[in-house]
């Protein structure tokens, strides 16, 4: 079945350093891709998402490139804040249907 | 507009006894869904419906039955809790344009303890 693989945490950095979150994935077809994050004591919001190969998702100064030969969706972000600090996950849908299927979840703690 | 609500924010069951997660959204979504979030698992599908009167089962279905009566509701029930019902669950939803669905709206959650 589709499965979804990202780097487990914590990942602790300086602000304004650079982030890169790996995720990889195993799918039978040519899912759509999403990361969305979750603040503290909050509920999922959709960070951004890519739906054929090449897509690019950005929002918020994060970027997600849909890589089909490495079956990678790595997320990116050029300076992080403190206001980054939050869990974030990867997932992916089969296009036939509306089912998520969820990475573990990494959390980026961001430092002053 | 509210979007997706969850009640209670918290529980704490003892085991055997029975409960029902409300979930409500007033965005005339058709599609509805239950996820359990653990520690280094993400979050798994529980039931889902894709309208009033329909729905089925996700991955981790054992142990909640689920009902959709109306649009805006999609309750889930524990009939007899066990400890390893103790997780987060979320709520979430989506509408569907041109034979797509769009993003999945969640829930605040809620926590729930199985003594």
């Known amino acids: 079945g589709d499965s979804v693989t990202q780097m487990e945490g914590p990942v602790t950095l300086s602000e304004e350093a650079f982030l890169t979150i790996n995720c990889t994935y195993t799918a039978t077809g040519y899912p759509s891709l999403f990361w969305y994050v979750q603040y503290p004591g909050e509920g999922l919001q959709l960070l951004l998402k890519?739906?054929?190969?090449?897509d690019k998702g950005s929002n918020k100064g994060f970027e997600a490139t849909y890589r089909k030969e490495t079956t990678s969706f790595h997320l990116e972000k050029g300076s992080v804040q403190v206001s980054d600090s939050a869990v974030y996950f990867c997932?992916?849908?089969?296009?036939?249907?509306?089912?998520?299927?969820f990475g573990g979840g990494t959390r980026l703690m961001v430092k002053p | 507009n509210a979007g997706v609500t969850q009640t209670p924010k918290f529980q704490v069951l003892k085991t055997g006894q029975s409960m029902t997660l409300q979930c409500a959204q007033d965005?005339?979504?058709?599609?509805m869904s239950w996820y359990r979030q653990d520690p280094g698992m993400g979050l798994r599908l529980i039931h889902y419906?894709?309208?009033?009167?329909?729905?089925d089962q996700g991955e981790v279905p054992n142990g909640y039955n689920v009902s959709r009566s109306t649009t805006e509701d999609f309750p889930l029930r524990l009939l007899s809790a066990a400890p390893s019902q103790t997780s987060v669950y979320f709520c979430a939803s989506s509408y569907s344009a041109r034979g797509y669905y769009n993003e999945q709206f969640f829930g605040p959650g809620t926590r729930l303890t199985v003594l």
């Open positions: 965005m005339n979504h058709e599609y």
């Open positions: 997932a992916l849908r089969e296009n036939a249907g509306n089912m998520l299927t």
């Open positions: 890519a739906t054929k190969a090449d």
């Open positions: 419906s894709v309208g009033a009167g329909i729905t």
